[in-house]
């Protein structure tokens, strides 16, 4: 890397369940109170915030001495929980601000983009709604879906958040879900590229599904996007662990004109999974995987059930 190069890290983090203390009669967040069987005190919401901050302020490769100039986050009840975040102590220096809209989420957890204020120069941001119907014939509320619109470098990039409908009631039984959300995600990309043909667009998210299923190869396909997380995922490398294996439902996906030097400030260096040892469990059977903040109702007292992910780009 020359002098001249900047490095910037693009980073996403599904920071598990980061709720306030405080009941909130809009949302299911029963659970995530100090009398609640889960035992959610502010000493262990700070905690957390501390946790999360440190992490946050580490996401790179080895040749970045910065934190992330952009960090999606999955998991987040409101305004207030992000306020705290980027006032931790380990963050409170990096100068974040935020990009959150509440949604009609039923557990009430959001999308929002931290990001660098003198660095990423925020110019518009838009929610849309991915349109579910229960088994009744009921809207199925989930979350919304985020895109922010700024300028890094003196480009205009697009960036779209995204938290994806689970598997929780099986990979097949909800798979068209996920599709439902690709498809709102390519209508979107459509849309921008109608106004603005040569934008620059990251999509990014926990997607709860992996490189190979069909609703990331649609918006990989349909909507021209290129992929790193595919190489990245291996039997030994993802961002979650179920039943032992690992998963890359944490995917950061750009348009290709980021690889086009010609016409671009910014080019892609380099994409992984920030693993790192201080993330993990250090022995027992779970050896290696996510230290969690909580198995089922048990508090651990770690960071997240997911890693983070990240690209970097370099600037000329």
Do not use: C
Not at 3 to 10: G, L, V
Not at 64 to 92: F, T, W, Y
């Amino acid at each position: 890397m020359t002098n001249k190069q900047k490095q910037y890290t693009i980073a996403f983090y599904n920071i598990e369940n980061l709720f306030d203390t405080v009941n909130d009669p809009m949302s299911d967040d029963d659970d995530f109170l100090p009398t609640s069987r889960k035992r959610w005190t502010k000493k262990r919401y700070y905690n957390k915030l501390r946790k999360i901050g440190s992490v946050i302020s580490k996401i790179g490769n080895d040749d970045s001495d910065q934190a992330p100039v952009i960090v999606g986050l999955a998991e987040v009840e409101n305004k207030m929980v992000l306020s705290d975040l980027i006032n931790s102590e380990n963050l409170r220096d990096e100068d974040y601000s935020y990009v959150h809209y509440n949604s009609s989420d039923e557990r009430g957890i959001d999308v929002a983009l931290l990001y660098k204020d003198g660095i990423f120069e925020v110019e518009h941001s838009d929610t849309f709604s991915v349109y579910l119907e229960n088994e009744e014939g009921l809207r199925d509320y989930t979350r919304d879906i985020l895109l922010v619109q700024g300028k890094l470098n003196g480009e205009t990039i697009s960036i779209i958040v995204n938290h994806w409908s689970s598997r929780r009631e099986g990979e097949k039984e909800t798979e068209h879900k996920r599709i439902a959300a690709a498809k709102k995600v390519n209508s979107i990309i459509n849309t921008i590229k109608e106004d603005h043909p040569s934008m620059k667009i990251i999509v990014m998210g926990d997607f709860n599904d992996n490189p190979n299923n069909d609703s990331i190869e649609l918006i990989e396909n349909e909507s021209s996007l290129f992929n790193p997380f595919k190489t990245v995922w291996s039997r030994d490398v993802g961002s979650l662990n179920h039943n032992f294996q690992w998963n890359l439902f944490d995917q950061i996906l750009f348009s290709t004109n980021f690889f086009d030097n010609n016409n671009s400030s910014l080019s892609f260096d380099e994409a992984d999974v920030f693993d790192v040892k201080s993330l993990t469990q250090y022995h027992g059977k779970y050896k290696g995987q996510p230290f969690r903040t909580y198995v089922g109702k048990k508090y651990k007292g770690g960071y997240s059930d997911h890693f983070p992910v990240y690209i970097s780009l370099k600037s000329s």
